[in-house]
């Protein structure tokens, strides 16, 4: 059980900076995910608090006590990896009782059985404890990756991708196990990942990593429905949201260069001083919605079938919007469509800084 | 994969076979050469054409770890008679064994030699690839500042000849009185490998992903638990196929053994040539005493040989 602070962390590794002033709250018993694109700077975050690298400033405190000087020992937390976590030349059960043999631990051989017993069941791979773990397959050497981090009852628990190399329907099995086995342990997670998905489906908390800055941190929710900029409404969100540039006008948004307009009276609180500002409009796709009376006309560009929808891309001009729709919508591509959009779900972003304006106020 | 093979594959496939097989004869003629004359008679050890079929005896070998002198009159009956076996095999060649005078069979410098070419070139070896792994393992894992140059400097005591520094080497081994020492040697040869050593347990090191001894250091282990436990099994097949090479390395070096030793601490390879004699040469001890020197390599690279293959295709290690 624990409760990690990283108050204003910076990192650099020769020329590239990997972190600039991170600051990071994860509460006892979250399951806290870090999200971002490859060389944001989640892995180096990861490492920090595993104590295997050390920041260039800043500090990193569990449980209130500062841990600069700890070794990866004494930290007492679990990592589990994409790859290469399992000792190739041990059995099943070898790797899993490593983490209890240490001279620091000093654990009793029947101790260290019963415990191994334990996590085995719990993860159902008994029948494969005597095997070597080059004979694995992908996911039962994740499995046994995250028994080793358990069978330990570390403070924390770090994952650093764990589900990336896994095929799709075993990654889905395994998020639900994983996210099961949080519950049950009520323990700390750091959870590592690029894929939005597991981000939006597992964490209590996720916070998104740009360039070595959390741009956002919040629950799910507060991700998807009200991104604090543009990289955030970018990068969450299958498909992602809708940018259009354009500006209010006496209440409507007056889309530039293509000058087409939706109406938004009613919509996101606006002000005078946001009339003819440069502005982005966010919409999801699943806001915008095909009427045969509405404002504007489209042409279906492409359709994909999903099975309980269809995404489309719709094109105004040069402009390409995407819109999830039911599955029983009839289109076929080129056709004219018209569809409006939902003013209360606009997210608003000021052009010139990329940042929403519900939070900039 | 289905094996579909054409007659033209086949007989393409018979024409390699047969362009392995001799230059398979041509690597191993020599070798056999030596092995046959080692079991030969004296007179057919010379003769042209060379002899293919004889009767082998172990006389080389008796005359190798002997010391004999001359027979000037043909012993006696009695003496023949009083001899053991192995004795009347010199006698046969016309030559006795040297005894002191309480009788006791005086050793050829043979021995000796061979005690000491297997002292220097274990130790040496031990000591080169022993450090280079560690100095490997810091490179590879370690963030060190001028790392690349460091590392040149390393390759770089490779560049010069080493019979370019024999010279000062003997004037400063002289001075500090190394000369004619098991450790003068040991410390030469260690220098000569460690560079190689150093590069090419980097590359094996740096095979062995680092995410292994994270894990176990994470889990609460130390470095050095980490090292020995983790690493160094990983690296086995890498210190197998050093070893061998600083071995063949030490053992077979000739020029620094005969400047720098001559009793005492003398490696085989600068006495082996030393017993061709001015007179008359018996090439059998000769080949005798080479071939015995084979065999430690023979026997280490047979016993490593899994290990070697593996080491030699480094880089397509499964990961």
Same mark, same amino acid.
């Given at each position: 059980m624990a409760h990690i602070q990283l108050k204003n962390i910076s990192k650099t590794f020769g020329n590239h #900076? &990997? !972190? #600039?002033g991170l600051n990071l709250d994860i509460a006892d018993g979250e399951f806290f995910v870090l999200l971002g694109e490859t060389g944001a700077g989640k892995t180096t975050t990861l490492r920090m608090i595993a104590g295997l690298e050390k920041p260039d400033e800043g500090q990193i405190l569990i449980d209130g006590a500062d841990v600069a000087d700890w070794g990866a020992a004494e930290r007492d937390v679990a990592l589990v990896l994409q790859q290469y976590s399992l000792y190739p030349r041990y059995t099943v059960r070898e790797n899993l009782e490593f983490p209890l043999k240490p001279k620091i631990r000093r654990i009793e051989p029947d101790e260290i059985k019963t415990r191994v017993d334990r996590v085995a069941k719990t993860l159902r791979i008994e029948h494969l404890l005597d095997r070597k773990t080059d004979r694995l397959s992908g996911g039962e050497m994740q499995r046994v990756s995250i028994g080793r981090a358990i069978v330990r009852k570390p403070r924390v628990f770090l994952m650093d991708?764990? !589900?990336? &190399? !896994?095929d799709a329907k075993l990654r889905e099995a395994l998020r639900t196990e994983l996210k099961n086995i949080q519950m049950n342990l009520g323990q700390t997670f750091l959870f590592v990942t690029h894929d939005q998905i597991e981000a939006m489906s597992m964490g209590d908390k996720v916070g998104v990593l740009n360039h070595g800055r959390i741009v956002q941190t919040g629950t799910p929710y507060e991700i998807y429905n009200n991104p604090r900029d543009t990289y955030v409404a970018s990068f969450v969100g299958s498909p992602p949201m809708n940018l259009i540039d354009g500006k209010l006008v006496n209440g409507r948004a007056v889309m530039a260069p293509l000058n087409f307009e939706l109406p938004f009276a009613g919509g996101a609180r606006t002000s005078g001083e946001t009339d003819g500002r440069p502005l982005v409009f966010g919409i999801r796709p699943e806001d915008l919605y095909l009427e045969s009376g509405a404002p504007v006309e489209a042409r279906v560009h492409d359709v994909e079938n999903h099975g309980v929808e269809k995404i489309l891309t719709l094109r105004v001009g040069d402009t390409m919007l995407r819109a999830t729709v039911p599955a029983r919508t009839d289109v076929e591509i080129e056709q004219p469509v018209r569809f409006a959009w939902d003013p209360d779900k606009v997210v608003l972003f000021d052009k010139g800084t990329g940042v929403s304006l519900r939070h900039a106020g | 994969m289905a094996a579909v093979t054409t007659s033209a594959e086949r007989s393409l496939n018979k024409l390699a076979i047969v362009g392995v097989l001799i230059v398979t004869i041509i690597f191993l003629a020599p070798i056999y050469w030596i092995a046959s004359t080692a079991f030969k008679p004296r007179n057919l050890a010379t003769t042209i054409p060379p002899t293919v079929v004889f009767q082998p005896e172990i006389s080389p070998f008796v005359k190798l770890f002997t010391k004999r002198s001359q027979l000037r009159t043909a012993p006696t009956p009695e003496q023949y008679a009083a001899a053991p076996w192995w004795e009347r095999l010199v006698f046969d060649g016309g030559e006795k064994v040297v005894r002191s005078g309480r009788g006791d069979v005086q050793w050829s410098g043979y021995p000796n030699r061979f005690m000491n070419s297997l002292i220097v070139a274990i130790t040496s070896t031990i000591l080169a690839v022993g450090m280079g792994t560690f100095t490997a393992y810091g490179f590879s894992r370690f963030k060190i500042k001028g790392e690349q140059d460091l590392l040149f400097f390393i390759l770089s005591t490779r560049m010069l000849p080493p019979v370019v520094v024999a010279i000062p080497m003997f004037l400063m081994y002289r001075a500090v009185g190394l000369n004619d020492t098991h450790w003068g040697l040991i410390i030469l040869y260690t220098a000569f490998n460690l560079s190689f050593s150093v590069w090419l347990m980097k590359g094996f090191m740096d095979e062995i992903p680092k995410e292994y001894e994270e894990a176990a250091l994470v889990d609460g282990y130390t470095r050095m638990e980490a090292f020995f436990k983790i690493v160094l099994p990983e690296a086995a097949t890498g210190i197998a196929a050093t070893a061998v090479f600083c071995f063949i390395t030490a053992w077979n070096e000739y020029a620094f053994a005969l400047i720098m030793t001559n009793r005492r601490a003398q490696t085989a390879p600068p006495f082996i040539p030393s017993q061709v004699g001015s007179g008359l040469s018996d090439w059998t001890v000769i080949a005798a005493g080479t071939f015995l020197f084979l065999l430690p390599v023979a026997i280490f690279t047979f016993l490593l040989r899994n290990h070697l293959l593996r080491g030699m295709s480094f880089g397509a290690i499964r990961k």
């Open positions: #900076t &990997a !972190l #600039t991708e764990p !589900l990336s &190399a !896994l | -």
